[in-house]
């Protein structure tokens, strides 16, 4: 009746309860002394086991993500050897940029991670628990194989939500504070979660974006930014000295102490980019620190206008004829006196060849 061994008093592996039968050679109190002492013990101590196997694997992912936030390369200073000027204070303004990242990254890997072992081990704990109640765990685990399987047919979207944010955590392609453009909507991303990305657009709009619905990201900040300015002259001005000028403007903006930091290598004119019908297309690029591009790309194009007006180059406007109605019928009327004009008549000589 209570699982009693005839000759032994207890099962297997019931030490209380065999130990309370050889004291007492009471098989109730034997099996009593199990079931109020025996089975609170082991699960207590499966529950000891967990927390420990918890506390040291989460020990070793916080080693990790120290590790990962302090990076795997020496600390550096990276001079570009232009015009005489180290670039040590935009190195260090662009390296601390990264390691903020970094450290964001590294600390939500490690937030994942301790989440997916609280909740194996909570399974594994629990389902060793109840083996210990002698609750037969085999339909459980049977149910929660079809429940999965009928749960990853029934919510493959959501599925697909979480996979894809966990990816894109662990692949570094966008954080918090990022410009991204994700096909449907573009602006500053204001969290990132494993399921769904809250991104605020320049109108002021929130959109909220599936992870499993992006197809592919353009990050507009990361690491470093480029500002492309495109500047475009008349057909009759001279080339050489237009990018003398380009080069002039672009290396004083490069040498402002304002823009130290900023601008991280040194400006550079490609040349001639397009020939359109109105005008001649000059390209300037300038590598800036993440977000910087679209400040420094403003303020060159102020300083080009006035430079420009300065040296009397010209910036040219596309050009328009615009007909009013009395204009046009004139015209039209005109057109035809004119070929009447020279529309032969009857009886006038036939020219000869």
Known sequence: MFGLDSTQGCADGEQVCQQVYEWTNSKPLAHASD??????????GLVVLGLVIRWVLHRLVDRLVAQ?????????VTRFGMRGRSTA????????????????????????????????LVAI????ALSELDVNIAPI????????????????????DFLSGVFMIFEDQYGVGDVVDIGEATGTVEAVSLRVTRLRDLNGTVWYVP??????????????????????VAYDEDLARVTRVLKDVAHDLWDDEDFKGRIIEEPEVTGVEAL?????????????APMEQWGVARELRQRVKARFDHEGIEIPLPQ?????????????????????AQAPRFGDPTPTA
Not at 68 to 76: N, S
Not at 89 to 105: F, G, S
Not at 276 to 288: F, Q
Request: proline residues 2%.
């Open 35 to 44: 079931v109020f002492i025996g089975k609170p013990l082991s699960i207590l």
């Open 68 to 76: 990962a936030q302090d990076g795997v390369l020496p600390d550096r």
């Open 89 to 120: 204070q935009a190195a260090a303004a662009r390296d601390m940029a990264t390691a903020t990242r970094r450290v964001q990254r590294a600390k939500t890997m490690g937030d994942l991670l301790k989440s997916v072992i609280t909740g194996v």
């Open 125 to 128: 704990i629990g389902t060793m």
């Open 141 to 160: 685990i049977a149910s929660a194989g079809i429940i999965g399987l009928a749960l990853g047919f029934g919510a493959q979207s959501l599925v697909k």
């Open 211 to 232: 992870n499993g619905e992006i197809m592919r990201v353009g990050n507009m900040s990361q690491n470093w930014s480029r500002a492309v300015v495109d500047v475009r």
């Open 276 to 288: 359109d019908p109105e005008s001649i297309t000059l390209r300037v690029l300038l590598k800036t």
């Open 320 to 340: 328009r004829v615009v007909w009013h109605r009395q204009d046009l019928a004139e015209a039209r009327a005109a057109e035809e006196r004119t070929a009447e």
